[in-house]
């Protein structure tokens, strides 16, 4: 029965540091060197897809108002797998509520955040 309990244990413990794993795992602090890292700016962007990725394209759009006159052009394409983009979302979520919750709504709505030039010259006045 002894051999039975030392067994039992055994794989209690084997199976101990696999449960802690994933808390161990998000407790993990990861070092990010940033020295080389190029920033850009980017007012569009368009998402496409397949089985396996997501494809996120960047860009800058010059003529924001109406249909752009010419091709917007892409300077920057994010290509992940549906886990990474899950994370990207969900931490994108949070610094977006985050920020609403300190400074307000964000409208999304050109339109509604567009004052026409009448209400702006009368609000002057």
Same mark, same amino acid.
């Given at each position: 029965?002894?051999?039975?309990?030392? =067994?039992?244990? =055994? =794989?209690?413990?084997?199976?101990?540091?696999?449960?802690?794993?994933?808390?161990?795992?998000?407790?993990?602090?990861?070092?990010?060197d940033d020295s080389n890292?190029?920033?850009?700016?980017?007012?569009?962007?368009?998402?496409?897809?397949?089985?396996?990725?997501?494809?996120?394209?960047?860009?800058?759009?010059?003529? /924001?108002?109406?249909?752009?006159?010419?091709?917007?052009?892409?300077?920057?394409?994010?290509?992940?797998?549906?886990?990474?983009?899950?994370?990207?979302?969900?931490?994108?979520?949070?610094?977006?509520?985050?920020?609403?919750?300190?400074?307000?709504?964000?409208?999304?709505?050109?339109?509604?955040?567009?004052? /026409?030039?009448?209400?702006?010259?009368?609000?002057?006045?």
């Amino acid at each position: 029965m002894a051999k039975a309990e030392e =067994e039992k244990q =055994e =794989e209690q413990q084997a199976a101990a540091p696999e449960a802690a794993a994933p808390e161990a795992a998000a407790q993990q602090r990861v070092e990010v060197d940033d020295s080389n890292v190029a920033a850009c700016y980017a007012n569009f962007c368009r998402v496409n897809g397949t089985p396996e990725e997501l494809i996120i394209d960047f860009g800058l759009n010059s003529q /924001p108002f109406g249909a752009p006159q010419k091709p917007l052009s892409v300077n920057q394409r994010l290509v992940v797998n549906y886990y990474t983009a899950k994370r990207l979302m969900a931490a994108l979520q949070l610094s977006i509520q985050r920020h609403e919750a300190a400074f307000g709504v964000l409208e999304t709505n050109v339109q509604k955040r567009v004052l /026409p030039a009448a209400m702006r010259q009368s609000a002057g006045k």
